[in-house]
C-alpha cells in the first residue's frame, strides 16, 4: 500500500484517537487534586512516539515506556490492579 492508502483507511481513525487523547488530558487540567504515577508515565509516552530512539519504531518506544523492566520476581503472587503503567514501588 502507498502512504495515501495507508491515510484513506486510518486517518479518520486515528484522528478520532488523537482527540480522545485531547480530552482525556483537558479533563485532568480541571480537576482538583494532584494525577497519580500514570500522568507523568503517559506523557513520557506521548514523548516516546513523538521522538522513538533510534533503533526502536514508535510502538516499541511507547510500549517499552510503559512496561515494569523490573527483573527480580515477586516473593509472593498477589491480585494486583492493571494500571497500564509502573507503578512506583
Request: hydrophobic fraction near 40%; proline fraction near 7%.
Amino acid at each position: 500500500m502507498t502512504k495515501t492508502e495507508i491515510q484513506d483507511l486510518y486517518f479518520m481513525d486515528s484522528r478520532a484517537k488523537l482527540i480522545d487523547i485531547a480530552s482525556f488530558l483537558d479533563r485532568l487540567d480541571r480537576m482538583e487534586g494532584d494525577p497519580d504515577f500514570r500522568h507523568p508515565a503517559f506523557m513520557a509516552a506521548l514523548e516516546a512516539m513523538q521522538n522513538p530512539p533510534k533503533d526502536r519504531t514508535r510502538v516499541q518506544a511507547v510500549l517499552e515506556s510503559l512496561s515494569d523492566h523490573s527483573t527480580e520476581p515477586l516473593e509472593t503472587a498477589t491480585i494486583g490492579f492493571a494500571y497500564g503503567a509502573q507503578k512506583p514501588a
